[in-house]
């Protein structure tokens, strides 16, 4: 499995992002899914899961303002950000489940 992650990039506080990342191969559709996000100095964290069935989670942070989701037939999984925050500065990946996948990190920087 091979993940290719896109869509990041810099924006201004109370701006919005949409990450896409496609996956190959054709057991996509039965991983759950999983976008997650390390900021200078810290941990990588969890913040927002997919299962194969469509049900989501959200870390309380991103609560509200983050939306998952996915696309079985293109393969693909969204990460759709609005009303960002500095905060949410970080490099972000998706994760595939199955095997352990990780896509290649994709930089959001929120700043005025």
């Known amino acids: 499995v091979q993940l290719q992650a896109s869509g990041g990039g810099s924006v201004q506080p109370g701006g919005s992002l949409r990450f896409s990342c496609v996956a190959s191969?054709?057991?996509?559709?039965?991983?759950?899914m999983g976008w997650y996000r390390q900021a200078p100095g810290k941990q990588r964290d969890l913040v927002a899961p997919i299962t194969s069935g469509g049900s989501t989670n959200y870390a309380d942070s991103v609560k509200g303002r983050f939306t998952i989701s996915r696309d079985n037939a293109k393969n693909t999984v969204y990460l759709q950000m609005n009303k960002l925050k500095p905060e949410d500065t970080a490099v972000y990946y998706c994760?595939?489940?199955?095997?352990?996948?990780w896509g290649q990190g994709t930089q959001v920087t929120v700043s005025s």
């Open positions: 191969g054709s057991i996509f559709t039965i991983s759950a």
């Open positions: 994760r595939f489940y199955n095997g352990d996948y």
